[in-house]
């Protein structure tokens, strides 16, 4: 069945569209404050459609089954939809963002690409290790590095884990203390651990792609917006 054909209870609709919580949802309907294809209703329990025009005190409430927003993370932000200490990458969200969770995390201290959503399928396949997803990371290192650890980097490293770290891809930059990181996986602290396995620490990290998606150059620390339609496609092709 289309999604756009599905019925749906009028209270469960509002929680989903205008993130309200199910009274409150109750409470705007038994009021009169919304109308279904400019009718009152007044019973929360009415099924309509995903096409019908739904609007609360005459401003229309638009349903969105899923929802893709690509974040520039800024450091000293975590990777999680709640934390009682520290602010969250959902804390960056003004609206919208009920059910979002980011797709696989980013340390506190690192900054760039992170993807949100609330499509469970696409994040499966996204975080599948069986899927082999490239992610790209801008890194400073404490000092310089060549060829030699760029070939260690292809024989996969021992990070101190019980598996070696699958192959990855260390480009080296002009600066050689600057380099960009591609690796497959997404075990914790990874590209710390891989640079400490060759003898260097890391300064600054920044993630810059996942996938085939690329962080918007337009998008300062703590911006965000949602994906383009290209963007979505070429995402879920991988």
Known sequence: MPENAKKVRLDKFLTQAAELTRSEAKQKIK?????VNKEFIKKPEVKISLQDRVCIDGEEVLYEQYRYIMLHKPAGVISATEDAEDRTVLDLIAEGKKGLFPVGRLDKDTEG???L???GVLAHNLLSPKKHIDKTYFAILDGPVGTKEQELFLQGLDIGDEK?????????TENKNEVFITVQEGRFH???RMAQAVG???TYLKRISM?????DPNLKKGEYRSLTEKELTSLKKK
């Open 211 to 215: 996938g085939n998606l690329v962080l």
């Open 190 to 192: 990874q590209v710390k």
């Open 117 to 119: 959503t609330n499509d």
């Open 31 to 35: 009021k009169g404050s919304v109308t």
């Open 113 to 115: 690409l992170l993807l």
């Open 200 to 202: 260097r620490n890391v």
């Open 164 to 172: 070696l770290a699958l192959p990855a891809k260390l480009e080296l």
